[in-house]
């Protein structure tokens, strides 16, 4: 009888679809990691082996105090997917490449701990991690987070110090070709704007990173900093000078799209990029701190469920 | 490995091929469907072995026996057929009374034919007099070539199909929705372009794009498979005992019930427990574990997909990422609902709209943190479901 040549075998049963993208959170970390590769090879380059410690001591620090808190939590651990390596790193892109190594281990703890663990982890937290431990460590210890007086030893300037403090004229030869080409001090990797714009492309050319939110924030930035520049062209800097200085492209492609601190529909996700475009120039204009775009992204942060509520109808909703 | 192809659209190389006839079955009983033979019973192809017992004229179709056989086992959810036991000496050999063709067929219209193609195995609960009938000529799924395979191969059957309906519901306008780009068409349908990317090809977006509104009242719509069925009934005027399947890249007409394995052999396909094996597409089919199980009459594919080839679903947090949201065609925020349904908040789910899921399954192919978010909308639909049962049965015993 036919049935009797049945195979026995149990075959493996599993919800539909059969089918997947392919992407996982680990495969999409590791293109981000290896997008941010050559930017790391060229703080490390620039700044030499103080940029190389602090990258390390941040994204140790960011792995080992995430395993510890999911060991406390009775978590999983999560390790392998590496959002905290890439979290440490962005963190570590954010300081002055002379930053002391006890302020990069508690910023970075502070990042995972604050910025991470007590929403449950990674993709629960309505901030961006790196933007909350560079917050924390900017109002905690604002001299070794002052980029002027932290990096004393290279004979550059830092483009927005200088234009916070000695107005337009400082930066009168700062060109945005040499912004691109990483010339003058800043951020340790935020500063390296021509190789963060190749990362944040590369991401955004293999649909990692969506490019809702980086075109809406750099309008923001664009717009924003003509209005004013138009205002009086003698008191505030270009458009352009703001796009390529300080940390402004890392913001763009890699804290404002941080996933769980942005909205995801498409429209909150291009009025959350702009109104934090908007807050970088504010907040360079009128602020204490020179650089304003993290705190543009907290901000912007905080208003991510109020753009969420803009909804789309149902499928044939009333 | 690269991200599979969505386009369902394809250029179909083989004609429609056939499969030798099984010796035994295993005929798969929808729950509504009651069971008219005994064990032991001898039948014949054709013959009724479970009725509806409605008295509706619009309704799951009966099951019939695929193959000349006796009835082995009547199992809850399938009967089993099996070969016809040598006789005895001297006794005489059972004969197998197969139906005679239906010859009033041609002569009734209306319900009264509707009923009829009930009883000869169709289904009608999706079709209503007089509305704007919708025929879904695209491939349903990714690798799911049946449509355009039966639209190249099966004119006739289907021009005999649409004839037949034409009588029993009188639709106002018939339309066939094909592929952009591809020369189909069917005698007396206004024929409609539509994107061939999954998901726009499951029905309530072909409905949308043939007729510019999103759930439309008095538009009804069924698969070229379903007008198949219809035209295979016209043609040969006996009960519906086939499956036009796809298998691997080629289209065969399968008898009902027949087992997957044996199938999987006719065709020539490897199989083995390395694959996950599917009744129906790689979006929406259902797994099964067990090779015995046989191919039921509306199914439209059998896919294998090998068990490591995609990152394995896993219970994972959701990461609020936002892909889910992007792809959903009923533009609800599955990962959020998906999080409602884990934590037992259906009628949170309810609120946020889960009521509008389309279930195309485009949330689980796109998670990047591999949750099976489908299921949980799922799940929170069936809860919904038993709840307003239960709230309904409670009233009507006041």
Redesign the interface.
Known sequence: ???Q???K?????????????????Q??MIQTLLALLPVAVMAGYKYGFAAVSVMAWAALTAVITEALVQKLMGQEPSADDFSALVDGLLFAFLLPATAPAWMVVVGSAAMVILGRMVF?????SPLCAPAVGWGILAISWPDFMDLNGMLLNWDLIEPLSELKYFGLDAIADVTPVSLLLGEYLGDLGASQAGLVLVAGLYLMARGIV?WFIPVSFLAGVLVTGLVYNLIDPQAYASPVFHLLSGSTLLAAFFLMPY??S?????LPMLLFGFFGGAMVIIIRTYGIYPDGACFAVLLANLCTPLFDLI???????R | MTKPRLNTSVEIKDSLQGVPTPTSVRIPIPGKLKPVVKKKQIVGRGQVIAENPTKSAYGVGFEHASIDGMVEDILPDAILIGPIPASKEGEEAPVPARPEPCAELDSLAGEDLCRKLMELGVRTDRLHAARTLIINGLNPEPGVLVSEQLIKDAQDTLKAGLQLLERAIKPGTVKLVVAAGKQLSLHGCTTVTASDAYPATIDPLVMLAATGAERPDNVDIISISDLYRFGRVAETKLPLTEAVVTVGDKVFRVPTGMRVQEVLDAVGLPYGTEWKIALGGPMRGETIFDLGVGVPEECTAITLVPVNLYPAVQPNPCINCGECVLVCPARIQPGMLSRYAEFNMFENARSQHVGACLECGMCTFVCPAQRPVMQYLLLAKGQLAAQDDMVSTCRLQD
């Open positions: 009888m036919a049935s040549d049945i195979t075998n149990i075959f493996t049963v599993t919800s539909a679809p059969l089918w997947h993208c392919g992407k996982t959170l495969s999409n449950g982890g990674y993709g629960g969506r996933p769980s942005s909205p995801a529909w498409r909804q789309p109808k149902p499928f044939g909703g």
